[in-house]
Antibody, heavy 123, light 111 residues
Framework: EVQLVESGGGLVQPGRSLRLSCAAS????????MHWVRQAPGKGLEWVSG????????GYADSVKGRFTISRDNAKNSLYLQMNSLRAEDTALYYC????????????????WGQGTLVTVSS | QSALTQPASVSGSPGQSITISCTGT?????????VSWYQQHPGKAPKLMIY???NRPSGVSNRFSGSKSGNTASLTISGLQAEDEADYYC???????????FGTGTKVTVL
């Protein structure tokens, strides 16, 4: 059974940093691209970032480019999102999602999702 | 990159069929066969229902089907059931620097 468990969310002041983690199990982690997708309270879904199986291809939404950094550790079956210079508009539930293919060009689809970790940016 | 356009709400009676549209441009929906659909119940994570326009993952009911014509993709739910009441989102690969774009979301109500 595929399991994706996010952690690291919380309340943070504008301009500060936060690092999210996603622990994966139930599939061969280093065969697949991984993604972060967020959902602001009461709003729709927004793709944030994706990383290919070997970290060779990385992509970001324009809204987070230059502030967020995605990474993965295949030895630990883990995905990360380093979020810097956080803004109020980054407040959202952040989902870790398993890609349907090994690369992010194209993204393809999000086969499985975690339950999300809530990030609240407020003073 | 603007979100793909979906109707805010669609409703139907049990047993009926409904169709949700997802309109983009030639840079996303119209340009690639990488349209997916997701179902999200309140307080739950999204679930993949359709990928690559018309393919169903294992375990998804064959009451769900997808198609595409030009810049518009569609999700059809046939034999509508109470459990189908949820929010539905489409998504598509895009040639813009933001690689994937979601739709605005559609709330499906079973009357």
């Amino acid at each position: 059974e595929v399991q994706l468990v996010e952690s690291g969310g919380g309340l943070v002041q504008p301009g500060r940093s936060l690092r999210l983690s996603c622990a994966a199990s139930g599939f061969t982690f280093d065969d697949y691209a991984m993604h972060w997708v967020r959902q602001a309270p009461g709003k729709g879904l927004e793709w944030v970032s994706g990383i290919s199986w070997n970290s060779g291809s990385i992509g970001y939404a324009d809204s987070v480019k230059g502030r967020f950094t995605i990474s993965r550790d295949n030895a630990k079956n883990s995905l990360y999102l380093q979020m810097n210079s956080l803004r109020a508009e980054d407040t959202a539930l952040y989902y870790c999602a398993k890609g349907g293919r090994s690369d992010i060009f194209p993204v393809g689809c999000f086969e499985y999702w975690g339950q999300g970790t809530l990030v609240t940016v407020s003073s | 990159q603007s979100a793909l356009t979906q109707p805010a709400s669609v409703s139907g009676s049990p047993g009926q069929s409904i169709t949700i549209s997802c309109t983009g441009t030639s840079s996303d929906v119209g340009g690639y066969n990488y349209v997916s659909w997701y179902q999200q119940h309140p307080g739950k994570a999204p679930k993949l229902m359709i990928y690559d326009v018309s393919n169903r993952p294992s375990g998804v009911s064959n009451r769900f089907s997808g198609s595409k014509s030009g810049n518009t993709a569609s999700l059809t739910i046939s034999g509508l059931q109470a459990e189908d009441e949820a929010d539905y989102y489409c998504s598509s690969y895009t040639s813009s620097s933001t690689l994937e774009v979601f739709g605005t979301g559609t709330k499906v109500t079973v009357l």
